[in-house]
DNA sequence: TGCAGCGATTGATCTAAATCAAAATCGTCG
DNA sequence: CGACGATTTTGATTTAGATCAATCGCTGCA
């Protein structure tokens, strides 16, 4: 399956019918609340799963962030399969844990102050992007401080405010260079 | 097993030995940062399971909050089990959801107002403490105030206000009737 | 080449909750 | 019963980040 940027993959409240599996491009999860804030629950990136859910119906609703090429499978399937194999089985446990982890830090970055949460955000995507300082964002301000439960402009003014004491740098606004790893590890305390 | 208030059950980054169920008592798993700020992860009570953890190792502190008395098993004992019982296995898989679910729902409080996380906690501590209106609270409002990102004055005024405002009623400072829990519900977007 | 439109930045002001500081209650134990 | 320590409440002040309001600067397209 492929996906366009911006466009709904599924959504919240709907039956999960698969499990999906970037190819290549990024996707984000969210909730919109009635008053219109939106919680961004996470960010997954091209080997990332997606969209498994524990009760019959996803919690979340998912939209890809950029030209997305997705591997998926019928839920169905892959629960019957668990059943008989066990190892199947496990990679299922295993893929609720990595999630469960992945929110069980978002819940600490969301006590800190604006500062430490860009500098933790900023190390977490670095942590996926694997190759040198540089991480390319795929998402914009306003999904970054949705993530971050932030404002854009506490955002856009934490960035700055990184580039100014040379803890970072801006190749374009969405491409970052890490000069000083040590600063925002020291921040993600 | 048996813990007296305010005991540690386990400390976080030991090896993950035993899962707990809770037969009488209470008991919440934390995260204490560097610089002394607490995150309160979950509150466990009577037939709640804790312990559980993907890797081998804890991710949170656990404490008793009052005299408890649990259950045990080991983790190696159940791991063995879940490999040739396929049901042990779904249990474990379900486990792992219901606490995806609680940490997920934990997110989406901490990006709303005081009066709106507060609302939402007596909301879940009335869901599970099923007689009548009346909220027997184990945990201090420090404890309270570490769950939901605020400071223990700010959950003071909050409970205060949502009383002078006949929401709820004061048994005791630890004990609550909620007296209109559609005002706590519309609170609770 | 110019301009429309969106995303990002910057600046000024406001406010919810934190912080600092006492007081008031509550339990518990001699 | 009374006193001490802990917990909770209340009050005054400060502040980090939100909100409101422009402006800037790409990027794509005619």
Chains 1, 2 share one sequence.
Do not use: W
């Amino acid at each position: 399956m492929t996906f366009r940027r911006n466009v709904e993959i599924y959504g919240e409240g709907e039956p999960a019918v698969y499990l999906y599996k970037i190819q290549t491009g990024a996707v984000q999860t969210y909730k919109v609340l009635a008053d219109g804030r939106r919680q961004v629950s996470g960010f997954y990136l091209t080997g990332d799963t997606f969209g498994l859910e524990t009760d019959g119906e996803h919690a979340f609703s998912a939209e890809a962030i950029s030209e997305c090429k997705l591997l998926v499978i019928k839920r169905s399937a892959l629960v019957a399969l668990a059943a008989r194999d066990y190892d199947v089985a496990c990679q299922l446990l295993a893929l609720t844990g990595t999630e469960l982890r992945k929110v069980q830090d978002h819940i600490l970055l969301l006590i800190k102050n604006a500062e430490e949460r860009v500098a933790a955000f900023l190390l977490e995507m670095a942590a996926r992007v694997p190759v040198g300082a540089t991480v390319e964002l795929p998402m914009s301000r306003q999904d970054i401080a949705d993530y971050l439960g932030l404002t854009i402009e506490t955002v856009s003014r934490t960035l700055r405010h990184l580039e100014s004491t040379s803890t970072i740098h801006f190749s374009s606004s969405r491409r970052i260079v890490l000069r000083n790893r040590s600063a925002l590890t020291r921040l993600n305390t």
